[in-house]
């Protein structure tokens, strides 16, 4: 297995020192990530690309699946590398590799050189071709548009056909840019907006304010897990849950019904500004749009933006909800938002879109401001990567089972792609394939006269799932753990 990796463009126009120090980063994001999954798998850093390479194929998917997903990298190719002579050496090698899919196709050489050799690009695209053309009958050569395009790359005496193409994520690589504090709900906007941030090359730590218990604490922890874990995992970030329900009750209380919801965001950002201010962190961000309700009109969300000194990014400021959901669903984020519960801790009869700088200082009079600081300084603060022992922490009333009864019923709730990947079979009873982020919505259409075992490969996603289930009143579901 041998695959080329190519840098993201942007990071080629910027100057030389910095364009190596982000190719060695992206270098360095690689092999974390690849080692901690996979063995035996080489990433070399080849100055204007990275080379990823195994003596066998055993973990191919894996390492695909890392590469297009690990921003700041614009494409991965997949070579045959072989040593040649001259250009009929190469003419000789390519028919080889492609005389089985050129039947009755048409067909174009690109070629790229690099090194010292006795001929041009052109002339190389143009003596592969032809012979190409002269050796198969049924193939014919076209420029524009054709059936199959054929890539090779020379470079020095290396010869690279070029298997297969495969869309990077873009971007610059994690850790080129400043850490960002990301104010997460679960939702759809939160999830992509996050998303934005990671894939432009920032550590996104997860803020979220708890205003509706455990259940909807374990749903947006899985959230921020899943975008972490899959665009993200070469970084090491924080998620820090703020018990915001006395706030909450406190606006209830002292403040005019108008100017809640304003005012509700305004604690927001101080208590997110204060935990920023922390750690070190310049910049949050929040998955706004412009109009989308009420408290963000262009008035409102200044109004909001005062109270903290803290930049605050909106990279939805000016998208349509239909574009956010598209992009939820391409990320992977679409059906957790969907099954995610909504609070919204304060419902506002007419609330203000125009909101008046003298007027909200006058209600927030009303507030004790000693329950903001209480709440912000009893956050709770965990690594995201330990978030298999908290887990197991936040849920011991969770039964793991190990050796299977007859009767009993094992649903796998990996992904359609680790399923797919290694199958889960056992004769000894039934095994129902049901995706973690559809867990929530068609458990409860299963027989619950039967007994639920949920099966995921670490056993993480399994045990945030079950004491969800037991949030929800299901009581007959357990965590399957094999030895």
Partial sequence: MKLIVRPHPE???????VRKRFTRILECNLRNIIKRRTRSVAVFNRRDHIEVSSESHDYYEQVIEILTHTPGIHHVLEVKQSQFTDMHNIFEQVLETNQAQLDNKTFVVRAKRRGKHDFTSIELERYVGGGLNQAIESAKVKLKNPDVTINIEVTNDILDQVIARHKGLGGFPLGTQEDVLSLISGGFDSGVSSYLHIKRGSKVHYCFF??????????????????????????????ISVDFEPVVAEILEKVDDGQMGVVLKRMFMRAA???????GIQALVTG??????????????????????SLILRPLINWDKEDIINLARTIGTE???????EYCGVISKKPTVKARQDKLEAEESHFDFAILDQVVYDARIMDIREIAEQAQQAAPEVEQVSQLQNDAVVLDIRSPEEEDEQPLE????EVKHIPFYKLATQFGDLDQSKEYLLYCDRGVMSRLQALYLQEQGFHNVKVYRPH
């Fill in 11 to 17: 990071i080629f126009v910027k100057s030389e020192s």
């Fill in 210 to 239: 708890n205003l509706g218990g455990p259940a909807h604490e374990i749903g947006v922890k899985q959230v921020a897990h899943y975008l972490w874990n899959k665009f993200g995992s070469s970084a090491k970030v924080k998620f």
């Fill in 273 to 279: 500004g204060k935990i920023a201010d922390k750690f």
């Fill in 288 to 309: 706004e749009a412009l109009g989308q309700v009420s408290s963000q009109t262009l008035t409102n969300l200044r109004m909001i933006d005062n109270v903290t000194d």
């Fill in 335 to 341: 059906d957790f938002a969907k099954t995610m519960p």
């Fill in 426 to 429: 056992l004769d000894q009873c």
